[in-house]
């Protein structure tokens, strides 16, 4: 979910997120969590298929076999304007 919209909710098999200290995967049954998220790939099996989600920061919640992600920005592949995602790179190597 973002501040826009509700990009995904449906039940899956299995979720690995972009987390502060690398990747993180939650698997049913996971304990409680919340941890910040930073930009990255954020993937999802669904019945043997796996899906991709552009995030930019946020927030994850782990709960009751339940995931709940916050982030600013989340994209489908195919909703990323490549254009707009390289000044977005180009402004933060500048920051570095």
């Known amino acids: ?7 995904l ?11 502060l200290g690398g990747e993180l995967g ?3 049954g996971h304990t409680p969590l ?5 930009t990255g790939v ?3 099996t669904q019945s043997g298929r796996t899906s991709q989600l552009h995030v930019s920061g946020g927030f994850l919640e782990v709960r009751d076999d339940h995931v ?5 920005i989340a994209e489908r592949p195919e ?8 000044l977005a790179r180009e402004h933060v ?3 570095l």
Not at 1 to 7: D, G, H, N, Q, W
Not at 68 to 72: G, I, N, P
Request: charge should be negative; hydrophobic fraction near 40%; glycine fraction near 2%.
């Open 42 to 44: 954020l993937s999802y």
């Open 68 to 72: 709940s992600v916050l982030a600013e």
């Open 26 to 28: 939650i698997l049913p």
């Open 9 to 19: 909710s449906e039940e899956v098999d299995m979720v690995v997120v972009p987390g």
């Open 34 to 38: 919340i941890s910040q998220l930073q």
């Open 93 to 95: 190597e500048k920051k």
């Open 1 to 7: 979910m973002t501040p826009e919209r509700r990009v």
């Open 79 to 86: 909703e990323i304007d490549a254009a707009r995602a390289r």
